[in-house]
């Protein structure tokens, strides 16, 4: 089984992290986004696909970015 590669980034619904998530997805990579909001996410980069996973995360909560890991490993 070849393992894929999936690209996380964190505040990604506006500046650096929207950029690179943007640019990550034009070439092809596969993506999941965090932001507080996850329809902030999804009105600046677009729905789920198969490429991307729009997810809403608090990086300051434990359980909260563990259920985020889990939601990954589902979604690629």
């Given at each position: 089984?070849?393992?894929?590669?999936?690209?996380?980034?964190?505040?990604?619904?506006k500046g650096l992290g929207l950029s690179l998530v943007n640019h990550l997805l034009q070439q092809g990579h596969a993506v999941a986004a965090t932001?507080?909001?996850k329809q902030s996410l999804i009105?600046?980069?677009?729905?789920?696909s198969e490429n991307f996973l729009p997810l809403q995360m608090?990086?300051?909560?434990?359980?909260n970015v563990?259920?985020?890991?889990e939601q990954v490993l589902r979604h690629f």
């Open positions: 089984m070849k393992n894929k590669k999936v690209w996380l980034v964190t505040g990604a619904s932001s507080r909001k009105e600046a980069v677009g729905e789920e608090d990086v300051v909560t434990e359980s563990l259920e985020g890991k």
